[in-house]
């Protein structure tokens, strides 16, 4: 009897758990996740990348026999002393190449090297499609925390305004100060109606990128509170050299080149090939007629001795093309590294910012206290309490966009070394 409940209690919790565990919070990782399962342009990528394996299973067919049958009917105007006027024959032939100057394995390098290619473009989909899902969470976050100063900056001005029709009913303040705070306040009102628009728009651009109906209340933002920290240069250098999508196609395109090397040199060597063929002739159409038989081996060897001096442009084209190769990684690569030192320094302006912007915060919020203490004893004016209000409202804005500019920096390196997600 004891083991009844908990036998209930099991069951309840099979039941019920995968349900709470599909309504919890999204963290980042989980719409990234979530991201690259919805989105159809990696299905475009997946798709490519099909047709590139089907490349290869083309390309192994010129290692395998082929078998041809086929069927002739012949119609004379008049018969002759070795031909019926009325005759046909078939045959079966099985042919296989032998050697052909080791082109058709070069072919098969390049076409697993297009396979590998497509899942090196994959790969850098997935960064973007990482980063993108990154940026507009963050974007949220930046959205709602605005619209959080905003509100806190207009129930400032709201509480002061309620405060100012008492004092201006007593003859405390003149009605222009009273009307002063009700022009700010107004301002205020407004203000946060576009940061409330900001943050559906921010929720729309989420929900695009990661392919899901998201609400602010679907999202959870607690990677956010600590800042994550930069590793140095050359260990983010070295690691983006290891593992950028850009710069593996770009070596991969240098050994398809040297294939072409070896398949433009593969036209100069000489190609052979072996054929078994089995066929009936007969005076007739149905072959049933003075029926003659034959089975035939054939080796065949073939050169080319000359093709117009086309066979050396084409070896020349890919020897340059392995040359255009490499100075195009040298190129990206260069390009690539100022990028990465560039978002470093944006990393370090931002991060000296926000300790900036943390300061000013702290400044702001004592500057309000003494203000308001002063207005209430008259010794601060309206516009002084107002100016007070204002510059605790920036101050959080750019605490805000400090902190959001260093996370945003900081997403865009660890997209530019291929490692957003891990």
Not at 140 to 153: G, N, W, Y
Not at 246 to 259: P, R, V, W, Y
Request: hydrophobic share 40%.
């Amino acid at each position: 009897m004891k083991t009844i409940p908990s036998k209930i209690l099991l069951l309840f919790m099979v039941m019920f758990l995968p349900v709470a565990a599909s309504a919890s919070p999204y963290c980042l990782e989980r719409l990234m996740d979530e991201a690259l399962n919805n989105r159809d342009i990696l299905r475009m990528y997946e798709i490519s990348r099909k047709q590139a394996e089907k490349g290869v299973q083309e390309r192994r067919a010129a290692f395998m026999p082929g078998v041809d049958a086929s069927y002739t009917a012949h119609r004379l105007e008049d018969s002759t002393l070795f031909e019926n006027d009325e005759n046909a024959s078939w045959k079966i032939a099985a042919r296989l190449n032998l050697f052909a100057g080791f082109g058709d394995r070069s072919a098969l390098d390049t076409a697993r090297r297009q396979v590998e290619v497509q899942e090196a473009l994959m790969d850098g989909l997935r960064q973007d499609i990482r980063l993108e899902t990154a940026l507009a969470f963050l974007g949220v976050h930046q959205a709602l925390a605005e619209r959080e100063v905003a509100d806190s900056t207009r129930r400032l001005y709201a509480k002061e305004y309620e405060q100012a029709g008492t004092r201006h009913e007593v003859g405390v303040i003149r009605r222009a100060d009273y009307l002063k705070i009700k022009v700010v306040l107004d301002d205020a009102q407004q203000a946060w109606t576009r940061a409330d628009a900001a943050v559906n728009k921010a929720i729309n651009q989420l929900s695009r990128t990661t392919g899901m109906a998201l609400s602010p209340l679907d999202l959870d933002f607690s990677d956010f509170q600590e800042l994550p920290l930069l590793k140095d240069y050359n260990l983010l250098s070295e690691k983006m050299q290891e593992r950028r999508s850009e710069l593996k196609i770009l070596d991969l395109s240098s050994a398809m080149a040297e294939d072409s090397v070896a398949m433009a040199k593969s036209a100069y060597m000489p190609r052979a090939d072996l054929s078994l063929s089995h066929g009936q002739s007969a005076d007739n159409y149905s072959i049933s007629d003075n029926v003659k038989d034959e089975t035939r081996l054939t080796l065949s060897l073939s050169v080319n001795l000359f093709d117009g001096m086309k066979k050396p442009a084409v070896l020349q084209k890919s020897r340059l093309e392995i040359r255009r190769i490499a100075h195009e990684r040298r190129e990206t690569l260069d390009s690539l590294n100022v990028q990465l030192k560039n978002l470093l320094l944006d990393a370090e302006v931002a991060g000296k910012n926000l300790q900036v912007a943390e300061a000013g915060m702290d400044e702001a919020r004592e500057h309000l206290r003494v203000t308001e203490y002063s207005y209430r004893e008259g010794v601060a004016t309206t516009t002084d309490l107002l100016d007070a209000i204002a510059y605790l409202s920036r101050a959080s804005a750019n605490r805000i966009t400090a902190r959001s500019t260093y996370l945003q920096t900081t997403f865009r390196i660890r997209h530019l070394v291929a490692e957003l997600g891990e």
